[in-house]
């Protein structure tokens, strides 16, 4: 891909409200910036992410993109790499991470929802 070209996906599955990771790997030649653009019929999320030549692994939080866009009429994925480069793409995944947490008691219910890495908050029910 030449620098300022940009792939454009039109994901098999336009619904992601469901999901709360997106999650790809991405192979480069050497270190650069990837722009990356979701787009939906409502708005568009961007983000400029560093790459390392070689494999990187990257997550992004639908929370984040759909405070941004529709996450259930996902429309377009650009990809827009900042130095002419080969570009591979693999493991395009949609995940949920959220998990119920089974406590001692029977009156309280603990939930954990995690973006990414991180634990964002817990829920006391």
């Not at 039109?10 to 653009?37: F, H, N, Y």
């Not at 030549?53 to 009429?73: A, H, K, P, V, Y």
């Amino acid at each position: 891909v030449a620098a300022g070209q940009t792939i454009a996906i039109e994901p098999a599955t336009s619904d992601w409200s469901g999901q709360t990771l997106l999650v790809c790997s991405v192979r480069v030649d050497g270190p650069q910036t990837l722009a990356i653009t979701i787009s939906g019929p409502q708005g568009t999320w961007r983000r400029d992410t560093e790459l390392r030549g070689g494999w990187n692994l990257l997550r992004f939080d639908l929370g984040e993109i759909g405070m941004r866009t529709d996450t259930s009429q996902i429309r377009r994925i650009e990809l827009a790499p900042s130095a002419a480069t080969e570009i591979a793409i693999d493991d395009l995944l949609l995940a949920n991470d959220r998990s119920e947490l089974k406590p001692e008691s029977p009156t309280i219910t603990l939930r954990t929802e995690t973006r990414g890495l991180r634990v964002d908050r817990w829920v006391v029910v």
